[in-house]
């Protein structure tokens, strides 16, 4: 696979080149540095997630997560499943590295994180390198001009399809429902299998297996539902 298109690629800025250092752009190339990949070191992983930042067995699976917030969904999921690995990417200093700290200090040695944005996955991963991804609650953009800064769209739903493993699922989690059906109709384009969907997720089937982030916690305070769909790649 070659790198995105310049028309689509995301630019972010350069840690490294910061005028003034926070102690979370010092983390990240510091203490956390090698479990936390800034813009610059992230790409070198490419292909080499397993062997040379996790250590790990090739056969062994590797999820993603997509904008990991704080971090709660991230460590909670690192700690249940420690044969899988799992690395974050989170565009914020902040909660990259509360991300991070928060599940190295639950003891994890099967998480990563990486300052990069999700539109440039394939500067990240190999195809087929990566296994199950987790989108919860994303910026859903909902002004008229926006739609194109979505994550969960066709353009990134068919690099997704690359990138992972035969048999592999996404998740996504959302308060927005102008997203979500939005979404619904580019997901129906892409070449993944609907296994689940509900914009009810605190009412459905799956209620007792979800983990409830930060962010989903204070939308059901105020009483607004969730909406959720499982997606599959099919198997060969």
Request: aromatic letters at 12%.
């Amino acid at each position: 696979m070659t790198d995105a298109p310049i028309s689509t690629r995301r630019r972010i800025n350069i840690t490294t080149d910061l005028p003034h250092q926070t102690e979370y752009t010092l983390a990240l190339n510091g203490r956390y540095s090698h479990i936390a990949f800034d813009e610059v070191r992230a790409p070198l992983n490419k292909g080499k997630w397993r062997s040379d930042v996790f250590k790990r067995d090739a056969n062994l699976p590797m999820d993603l997560e997509v904008g990991t917030g704080n971090g709660t969904h991230f460590a909670h999921y690192a700690q249940k499943n420690p044969q899988r690995m799992v690395v974050g990417l989170e565009l914020k200093y902040k909660p990259l590295i509360q991300t991070i700290r928060r599940a190295d200090n639950a003891g994890c040695t099967n998480a990563a994180v990486a300052r990069f944005h999700a539109f440039n996955l394939a500067e990240l991963f190999e195809p087929g390198e990566i296994d199950n991804v987790f989108i919860h609650f994303p910026d859903p953009w909902t002004s008229p001009k926006k739609p194109k800064n979505r994550f969960v769209q066709k353009l990134n739903l068919d690099l997704l399809f690359e990138l992972q493993k035969p048999g592999s699922i996404i998740e996504f989690k959302t308060d927005s429902l102008v997203y979500f059906e939005w979404a619904m109709e580019e997901i129906q384009q892409s070449k993944y299998t609907i296994l689940f969907e509900t914009k009810d997720l605190h009412n459905s089937p799956i209620k007792a297996e979800n983990f409830e982030t930060a962010f989903e916690k204070i939308f059901l305070r105020e009483g607004i539902k969730i909406n959720f769909v499982r997606l599959q790649k099919p198997h060969q």
